[in-house]
């Protein structure tokens, strides 16, 4: 005899699940965000001359000639950064979406290879192409310590972002209004400005803030091949690590937290206003073959893949080479943890990324 379970007892059982799963990450956020942020905030505006902190410290710093410098060359690098890497993840996405290019799944994982990786590595990898005993280095002109090196390591690392940001906003499209394009014998550029156009500009906005943010909040890069090119973050940096001044460090990283909001308060924007113009009815979008188009978009993509497997390729070769670029035989001699502090094991970082990378993917 089946037993029948009301369903008021069932709806009441559905919302205490959803009750205690929204307390459970409200947690989780006071945790791993409210609390360090107010942390930093206790520590920015703690009067402490030895420190670097105080309503006082804040004037000086944010008046001071230097930090008005360095805010201008972050905000350099990170609009130079945005303009150069939104347009090629836009016209790499393009392909990925709008052209019958083959290998799609390849050329897309090769793409997000950054993703992978910390903002420090590109950076060693143009050192070891393009630095002063660099593989490459007699084709460029400059040193890759400065503006440029910045710009094209901090290039490497935020495409992925924008372009995954770009592929999403490009499969909003609906069939039926390039349909109605072509119906009405609308050019291709016509179709591309009032449909393709139309449908991803908040998406590129989007991609712009994010690289944006990513750019002007990132120290890895400045701190290999920035040579004596200073930016905010890394001026936070040694604040923190070189001068012990934890409250400058501080009152440099909530400046540096403004951008973020920023992001954050256009993405939000954005998702609703993309909310409001989808349509449940919209049909997938499937590109209809073109020679020429495809061969030139699929130029485009390769020589944009070979760059990232030349970088990463440059990074993993250099890790078994004894001693770059004077001695290219084969060693494993860097893969040796012993010199490490602690007990110089990998296993406690193996642990930790075995942790936190489930909780971030269901969050």
Not at 6 to 28: E, M, W
Request: aromatic share 14%.
């Amino acid at each position: 005899m089946s037993v029948i379970v009301p369903t008021k007892s069932i709806n009441r059982l559905d919302s205490l699940f959803v009750a205690g799963g929204k307390l459970f990450i409200i947690c989780l956020l006071t945790l791993g965000v409210l609390l360090p942020l107010l942390a930093i905030f206790w520590r920015g505006f703690t009067p402490d001359i030895s420190q670097g902190g105080g309503f006082q410290a804040a004037i000086d710093l944010f008046t001071s000639a230097n930090f008005l410098w360095l805010v201008g060359n972050s905000i350099s690098v990170s609009l130079s950064v945005a303009v150069i890497t939104v347009p090629l993840a836009y016209l790499f996405a393009y392909a990925l979406h709008r052209t019958l290019i083959p290998f799609k799944s390849l050329w897309r994982g090769i793409s997000l290879l950054p993703l992978l990786a910390p903002s420090m590595l590109p950076g060693i990898a143009l050192v070891y192409l393009f630095g002063n005993q660099g593989l490459l280095r007699s084709l460029l002109t400059e040193s890759i310590y400065g503006y440029w090196g910045l710009v094209l390591g901090e290039v490497i690392y935020t495409f992925p972002h924008a372009l995954m940001i770009l592929l999403s906003a490009l499969s909003m499209s609906d069939a039926r209004l390039f349909d109605a394009a072509s119906s009405l014998g609308a050019s291709s550029w016509r179709t591309f400005r009032s449909v393709t156009w139309s449908s991803s500009r908040h998406g590129i906005f989007a991609a712009l803030c994010l690289v944006f943010t990513l750019t002007i909040t990132d120290f890895g890069i400045p701190v290999v091949v920035g040579g004596d090119y200073q930016v905010l973050a890394l001026e936070a940096y040694k604040a923190v690590l070189g001068q012990q001044q934890f409250g400058r460090g501080a009152l440099i990283g909530m400046l540096l937290l403004l951008p973020a909001l920023l992001t954050f308060g256009v993405d939000v924007w954005l998702r609703k206003r993309q909310r409001d113009a989808m349509s449940s009815r919209a049909q997938f979008y499937l590109p209809k073959a073109n020679f020429q188009r495809d061969t030139l978009y699929l130029i485009f993509v390769m020589l944009i893949c070979a760059l990232f497997l030349l970088v990463f390729g440059t990074a993993v070769y250099s890790s078994f080479i004894q001693f770059w670029p004077y001695n290219l035989s084969f060693s494993l001699r860097h893969y040796n943890f012993e010199g490490l502090p602690g007990d110089g094991s990998p296993i406690p970082t193996v642990l930790f990324w075995h942790f936190t990378l489930p909780l971030s993917a269901a969050f």
